[in-house]
């Protein structure tokens, strides 16, 4: 169990097992075109992370970054995929798509809740304690202190055991299909937020 640092782009080289892989970015902010990208954070759920970070004036070349985000046959796992996905998008002009999104299948089987929240998840679902100290601070600092790092390691550590508990779960209320309906429009949903209707839901009538 190690947390790998990268700049600007992963080694080459096979560093993933196959099969899914988690994923979670951190920001100066929530908006995509004022916010800088970074920190991307990977894992592929056998116990490590790597944590690529982007500088300031940054080119976000990383072809083997991109190349592991942007393959069809890879599936990303999120929480919140719509911010992640649109954020990416903007900075690394990549789809980081097929994806499964846990806060997505939480809102679809955790109706009795309106707490949704990765701390929440962890805890309910793997009785877990996530430490969300460092959620609001500085990612742009030259220095990411390790207490950032366990932190953003620790935002992609949770997910694969989440999508095994919420699969279940999904399958048990009849949503898998739903659930597999909504994670096929997040990216589109991540396009209409970075187009301009990040404000507005357009099936709405009014
Ligand atoms: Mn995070």
Redesign the pocket.
Known sequence: MAIHFHEEDLPSGDLFASGPIAV???AMGLHPGRDRLCLV?LSDGSGDEHLVRFSPGSDYQAPNLKRLLADPARLKLY?FARFDVAIMHYYLQIMAAPLYCTRTASRLIRTYTDRHG?KELVKELLGQDLNKQQ?TSDWGAPEINDAQRD??AS??RYLHQLKEKLDVRLEREGRTALAQACFDFLPHRALLDLAGWDEQDIFAHV
Request: net charge negative.
């Open positions: 979670d970015t951190e954070q929480h990765l959620q932190y953003a935002d992609v």
